[in-house]
């Protein structure tokens, strides 16, 4: 295991974030607000520390094995998590060391469960560094998907595969283009987006916050009422158009853009994705419509906002809707773990899995009909191996492992079944808001036990980096060979 490698490149996305503290410390000095030497100082212990890395652990040719690759990916998320808590801590907000973490780790795995409450009062430099920490967050997550996941084999993912992923033993700091490229489709989609806020009803630095934490389907917000606030049903559908945009497979964006090819409707996570959205939509539609005061208008519309944001794992809100009753609470309860495409910033099992999951069942039961039959299971168009099935399985199993002993940890601390259960779902899946009175959409995780905190950034963590990439640290196995 070469630390060396790893101890730079750590040095390097800390001197990056340093560097990005910067911008919330100028908005607070422009406001004359004292959270401004907060970030200052917090910038220059980050770069410090980077640059101290940077010269300590100074290499040139930077080649990763695989057992690096999994130590370095999991590190730089937890660094990244614990200077992202840095200013949060030091700011006037009187944050404990534990709640600044969870929230910057809440932060970087886009996952928008928070500990704040009164977000009106608090000063621009702070939420627009929540917000920061979600859009690179969220950059991070794309590239992360799209060139290291098939690289690694982690649950399956050797399906999403680009012409930048690379299937040797080695990983080099090849695909530069590919993440340059990414880059470009992603702040330019968010500069859209930011745009279209501005012009139909957001402030300036509202219309900033939101963008950044809707295409990175973070969720963070500048109000406690969420995108409840605004109370303007056209911004609720073009956060709806920019959530999907963030859900789906930044690969067939730069395909659009740098190779003008349309390749939407040939990826098939994305047809069983947009097919979900519709039929979801129009039942909740209809079940709201007949069974509350709102217009079919309003139903459509609140459906629409709340499904495309749960599955989406955004987990933006503009009412409690674990008021509309057992049926809905239990359907967003389900959508929490379904999660949107592979290669996009969303969490959850992702839409991949599930697709694959379906064809295998559906391949088994045709073999018990048809016992003499040969069933080829296939994925757009291409024959499956076994191990890529079976990884997938491996996947979904230890997502379900983990889940419920994240639940039974919670239940042991203290917390009701609802808030445990739905708590150590949101943070595997990355999705925000709970359900139940303590930690559901009008609800936060303020008043949880610290361990219980501690217990969901794990949780966090977990969820987004597959599981697996966490676990295989754990493995006698990967430390002795």
Known sequence: MRFQIIGFTLGILLAILGVLQLIPALVDRASDHENARMFLFSAVVCVFFGMGMILAFRCERLHLSMRETFLLTTLSWLGLCVFGAVPLYLSDLGLSFTDAFFESTSGITTTGSTVLSGLDQ?????????????????????????????????????????????????VMSRGSSIVFSLMVVYGGITALCTILYHMFGMSGFEAINHAMTTVSTGGYSTHDASFGYFN?????????????????????????FYKGRFAFFEDEQFKVFMLLLLVFTAGLSLWLWQNSAYSIGQSVTMSAFHIVSIITTTGFTTTDYTLWGALPVMFFFFLTYLGACAGSTSGGVKIIRVVVTAKAIARQIKALIYPRAVFVLRYQGKAMDYPVIMSIFGFLGLYVVANVFLTIALTLLGLDFTTAVSGAATALANVGPGVGSVIGPAGNFASLPDLAKWLLCFGMLLGRLEVLTIMVLFSRQYWTN
Request: charged share 15%; glycine share 10%.
């Open 122 to 170: 608090v000063s621009h430099g702070v939420l627009l560094w929540r917000s920061m920490l979600q859009w690179v967050g969220g950059i991070g997550i794309i590239a992360f998907a799209i060139l290291l996941l098939p690289f690694l084999r982690v649950g399956g993912m050797q399906l999403f595969k680009t012409e930048a992923s690379d299937r040797s033993d080695k």
């Open 232 to 256: 303007s049903r056209i911004l609720e559908w073009i956060s709806i158009v920019f959530m999907v945009l963030g859900a789906v497979p930044f690969i067939l964006f730069v395909k659009l």
